[in-house]
């Protein structure tokens, strides 16, 4: 493993012998300063970001060290209440093989209500001998055992697991089949019966937190590959199982999508396949070059993901699962929407603003009028870049069913938050005062043929629609509105807490 003088503070445990590292400069968020961390050789640039943001303090880090900090006291509790488990290097190699780790308010030190932990699915796979639902189960006692001794108060634990999408990619199913469901609440079954076998043995030492919350695990019908706890067995915690949201940790594991969601996209921030992807392709015999080919041609390899799929999941995995996010609603198109061809125009527009790489894809009608955009971020966490994700199909489907893109423009132009200032690889725009600034003004230039738009000014970010360009009107000719979406924003203030 690479050493370096100032970085290791640490004893260096045995599970990282032999662990070819890497240095790094990474920036957690787009307004902090780049900050050295020491990595895995093989784990990219996401991964140094998160780990940048994870770790406390603000010098140099190694993973090593960072997860000692929260891992440490986990093994000395263990040792104190006379657990025979080497939970330390159970911890260590699941995180080093990315097949599970705690969740961001672990990894930071803070207080936290329920401990967390995650495991990713496409970790346990293996092309030929299949999803390890052995080490599955061992791996989500090892969570509920550690979750417990790190916050031993906590009456529920939020043990989960998350991109069930790649794991169905490489299981060569299609996200919206009945077989995809029934491994999905196979998965949660297992969860579920490892997490509370593990909460039950833990009963049968300490005893339940409360006896308010001493809970029994109902049976269930649904069978699985695994020893079932006897019915009426006591549990220490009042819930073990959680599918959370997204968090900056899951990018440690080389997580692509969050939880039980489908993959959204195929490509990458940066443009280029994702291992979901690749998979689907690999289950289908496909090379990269017939599947461009099949998608020029209107016929795409990726089935496009709906809020109908995803509500099926969520109702196939929560009946095994104590928390889960609300259930997607069920979209129910409008009859006015106008749907978009099956091949269709468009371009992508690569740009940096404030040093911050962004792809801006279109997809346009037979007509060229704009029906659809998507908006890749390269650095950003898993949480903005969703937020990003899910903003770019509101606005595709606002497009779809009326709403002017000169409404968004004036909406969305002069939007105030980091990163921000110059933009480079796109002449059409000299300087945005943030992402959606960028992109709005983008397309205002390529589709509405607005090249005038008043010049991005420098402001700190708590200026928002003060500036006497945003105060100013989109056109030569335009009169102010009293009540537009520009006027409306310089009352809104961006606080920190």
Not at 189 to 206: M, N, P
Not at 392 to 398: E, I, P, Y
Request: glycine residues 8%.
């Amino acid at each position: 493993m690479t050493s370096h003088p100032s970085l290791n503070k640490i004893p260096l445990h045995k599970a990282w012998h032999g662990v070819r590292t890497r240095k790094a400069l990474a920036t957690p968020d787009p307004d902090s300063a780049p900050r050295r961390v020491i990595l895995p050789a093989a784990w990219d640039n996401r991964a140094a970001d998160a780990l940048a943001a994870l770790a406390p303090g603000e010098g140099p880090v190694t993973l090593q060290d960072a997860a000692a900090g929260w891992i440490g006291p986990i093994a000395q509790r263990a040792q104190r209440a006379g657990i025979e488990a080497d939970l330390a290097a159970e911890l260590h190699t699941l995180l080093l093989s990315r097949r599970g780790t705690a969740t961001d308010p672990v990894w930071r030190g803070g207080g936290f209500k329920s401990a967390g932990f995650i495991l990713n699915l496409p970790a346990f796979h293996h092309p030929e001998h299949g999803f390890d639902t052995q080490a599955f189960a061992r791996a989500a006692e090892t969570a509920t055992l550690a979750m417990a001794l790190l916050s031993p108060a906590s009456a529920t634990l939020c043990i989960g697991m998350s991109d069930l999408a790649g794991l169905i990619a490489a299981l060569a199913l299609d996200y919206d089949s009945a077989d995809a469901r029934t491994a999905a609440a196979a998965l949660a079954f297992v969860l579920r019966a490892a997490a509370d076998r593990a909460s039950s043995h833990l009963a049968s030492r300490f005893g339940a937190l409360t006896e308010a919350d001493a809970i029994t695990r109902p049976p269930h019908a649904f069978t699985a590959n695994i020893a079932s706890l006897p019915a009426g067995h006591p549990l220490r915690h009042a819930a073990t199982t959680a599918i959370t949201a997204p968090c900056r940790a899951e990018a440690l594991l080389g997580i692509e999508t969050g939880g039980i969601a489908p993959a959204f996209s195929p490509l990458t921030d940066t443009g280029t396949l994702t291992i979901t992807a690749r998979a689907t392709l690999a289950a289908r015999g496909m090379t990269a070059e017939a599947a461009l080919a099949a998608t020029l041609a209107g016929r795409s390899p990726f089935a496009q993901p709906n809020s109908t799929a995803h509500a099926a999941m969520h109702d196939a995995v929560a009946p095994y699962i104590h928390a889960m996010p609300a259930r997607p609603t069920v979209a129910q198109p409008a009859d006015t929407r106008r749907a978009l061809p099956a091949r269709r125009a468009g371009y992508t527009q690569k740009a940096a603003i404030g040093g911050h790489k962004l792809y801006l894809r279109t997809g346009e009608y037979a007509d060229g009028a704009l029906g659809e955009i998507f908006i890749g971020l390269h650095k950003e966490g898993p949480a903005f870049r969703g937020l990003m994700d899910n903003f770019a199909v509101a606005v595709s489907l606002g497009l779809q069913n009326g709403v002017k893109l000169a409404d968004y423009v004036e909406a969305f132009t002069f939007t105030r938050f980091g990163p921000a200032g110059p933009v480079e690889g796109d002449p059409a725009v000299a300087r945005a005062t943030s992402l959606l600034d960028y992109v709005f003004r983008n397309l205002a230039a390529n589709y509405l043929g607005q090249v005038d738009l008043p010049e991005a000014e420098d402001e700190a970010y708590d200026t928002i629609g003060e500036g006497a360009r945003d105060r100013a009107p989109l056109l030569p000719l335009d009169l102010p509105e009293n009540d537009g979406p520009r006027i409306r924003r310089r009352t809104l203030k961006l606080v920190a807490k």
